[in-house]
Nanobody
Framework: QVQLEESGGGLVQAGGSLRLSCAASGRLFSRYIMAWFRQAPGKEREFVATISQSGGYTSYADSVKGRFTISRDNAKNTIYLQMNSLKPEDTAHYYC????????????????WGQGTQVTVSS
């Protein structure tokens, strides 16, 4: 079992930056594919970014490509999401997820989820 805990959310003005962190429990962190999803009020949970076990492969939603960067530190059992040039439409609850089945852009591909952290971007 993997437990995930997100942090780093907050209120920021449009054009600003935030860095989210997700700390994972367990000794097998480096075996898991990790991802970030987000969900805005009244909307479905959507894929943001994913990263392979070694960190050598990443994939992003078109809406965040070029502005967000996902990374991981396997020695610290932590992944990050650096978010730059934030827009009001980035406002959402951001969730960290882990899975072992393979890289996926759908929430069905992940087995473990954190409670999330709120990001609010003001215009």
């Amino acid at each position: 079992q993997v437990q995930l805990e997100e942090s780093g959310g907050g209120l920021v003005q449009a054009g600003g930056s935030l860095r989210l962190s997700c700390a994972a429990s367990g000794r097998l962190f480096s075996r898991y594919i990790m991802a970030w999803f987000r969900q805005a009020p009244g909307k479905e949970r959507e894929f943001v970014a994913t990263i392979s076990q070694s960190g050598g492969y990443t994939s992003y939603a078109d809406s965040v490509k070029g502005r967000f960067t996902i990374s991981r530190d396997n020695a610290k059992n932590t992944i990050y999401l650096q978010m730059n040039s934030l827009k009001p439409e980035d406002t959402a609850h951001y969730y960290c997820a882990s899975g072992a089945a393979g890289l996926s852009t759908t929430f069905h591909g992940y087995d473990y989820w954190g409670q999330g952290t709120q990001v609010t971007v003001s215009s």
